[in-house]
T-cell receptor, first 111, second 114 residues
């Protein structure tokens, strides 16, 4: 059975801290791994990773994939209160028709 | 641009009632899908469609029906609602069934079944 596991499930940090969110997966015929940010409503897309070892970066956020060890990390540096959200990891496998999500990491950044 | 539009935003049903959650997208996306989100369980795929007239089951299809008569619309039907179907439902689309495009999500429908 395909699965995506995220850790930690929740995290409380202070503004300025750096956080690392983890995502491990077991998905048949891996195609891509995606990170989404979910605030109050719809998840919004952050990164897509398909190749091992190539870091994707956007401002203070960065992510990398290890296809040998079957995991990805999402780093957020110099956290701000606006980073408070649920971060979702998702993996596309098989024929590309099913995206499997992890349970998410709920991040709370204190001012 | 509207993107993915879901209606209604909120709905309360009694056990055994039926209803249809509406989803429409204006991006000419071939692929559309329905997810439910429950606390601590992430998003789980209910049904998906790779084009008009083609649908298939996801991880948790029981109790739900779908059809896809047009590219734009992908309604989700609950034939006989149960309390276990209390959840937040998201519709999502992408340009095709490719693995290399992110999903675009609607703002969700919060459903309560009493």
């Amino acid at each position: 059975e395909d699965k995506v596991v995220q850790s930690p499930l929740s995290l409380v940090v202070h503004e300025g801290d750096t956080v690392t969110l983890n995502c491990s997966y077991e998905v048949t015929n891996f195609r891509s791994l995606l990170w989404y940010k979910q605030e109050k409503k719809a998840p919004t897309f952050l990164f897509m990773l398909t190749s091992s070892g190539i870091e994707k970066k956007s401002g203070r956020l960065s992510s990398i994939l290890d296809k040998k060890e079957l995991f990805s990390i999402l780093n957020i540096t110099a956290t701000q209160t606006g980073d408070s959200a649920v971060y979702l990891c998702a993996v596309v496998g098989g024929g590309g028709f099913k995206t499997i999500f992890g349970a998410g990491t709920r991040l709370f950044v204190k001012a | 641009n509207a993107g993915v539009t879901q209606t209604p935003k909120f709905q309360v049903l009694k056990t055994g009632q039926s209803m249809t959650l509406q989803c429409a997208q204006d991006m000419n996306h071939e692929y559309m899908s329905w997810y439910r989100q429950d606390p601590g369980m992430g998003l789980r795929l209910i049904h998906y469609s790779v084009g008009a007239g083609i649908t298939d089951q996801g991880e948790v299809p029981n109790g739900y029906n779908v059809s896809r008569s047009t590219t734009e619309d992908f309604p989700l039907r609950l034939l006989s609602a149960a309390p276990s179907q209390t959840s937040v439902y998201f519709c999502a689309s992408k340009p095709s069934g490719t693995a290399y495009s992110p999903l675009h999500f609607g703002n969700g429908t919060r459903l309560t079944v009493t």
